[in-house]
């Protein structure tokens, strides 16, 4: 530290010293449907008359490769939805027998620790109504 001078004057003539020059980005237009310019004419502004033909043939490119007289096998489809509701099915009551074999066993094992002898669960019978 210099004679008069605090370590907070002394940190900030440092931090001034490290600091990087300023650098300015250079930020082009995004690409619009495949065109670097974002327009279909050329003009520079995007043509908002442009047909509905060529806007979607821009999607072709995310199609599956798949030949124009195969046909979609719906009932294959269908099977494969059927099976996939049932996993989906049979994975959600799992998880919620497991959450409700644990929360049982949490409160046997609660039961237990405080010291109790009888900590199975007494089943009443409910009062027949007349």
Same mark, same amino acid.
């Given at each position: 530290?210099?004679?008069?001078?605090?370590? *907070?004057?002394?940190?900030?003539? &440092? =931090? &001034?010293? #490290?600091?990087?020059? #300023?650098? @300015?980005?250079?930020?082009?237009?995004? &690409?619009? *449907?495949?065109?670097?310019?974002?327009?279909?004419?050329?003009?520079?502004?995007? /043509?908002?008359? =442009?047909?509905?033909? $060529?806007?979607?043939?821009?999607?072709?490119?995310? &199609?599956?490769?798949? +030949? $124009?007289? +195969?046909?979609? /096998?719906?009932?294959?489809?269908?099977?494969? /939805? %059927?099976?996939?509701? #049932?996993?989906?099915?049979?994975? @959600?009551? %799992?998880?919620?027998?497991?959450?409700?074999?644990?929360?049982?066993? +949490?409160? !046997?094992?609660?039961?237990?620790?405080?010291?109790?002898? /009888?900590? =199975?669960? @007494? +089943?009443?019978? #409910?009062?027949? !109504?007349?």
């Amino acid at each position: 530290m210099r004679e008069g001078g605090t370590k *907070f004057a002394h940190d900030q003539t &440092e =931090a &001034e010293d #490290a600091r990087p020059t #300023a650098q @300015i980005l250079q930020f082009r237009p995004r &690409e619009r *449907f495949g065109d670097p310019l974002g327009d279909h004419d050329g003009t520079g502004a995007a /043509n908002a008359n =442009a047909p509905e033909g $060529e806007l979607l043939d821009d999607l072709g490119q995310y &199609e599956q490769d798949r +030949e $124009e007289d +195969e046909p979609i /096998n719906y009932p294959q489809r269908m099977l494969m /939805n %059927v099976i996939a509701v #049932a996993v989906v099915t049979l994975l @959600i009551g %799992v998880g919620v027998w497991l959450a409700d074999t644990i929360g049982n066993m +949490e409160r !046997q094992q609660d039961c237990l620790l405080q010291g109790r002898q /009888n900590c =199975a669960p @007494i +089943e009443i019978a #409910a009062p027949m !109504q007349k």
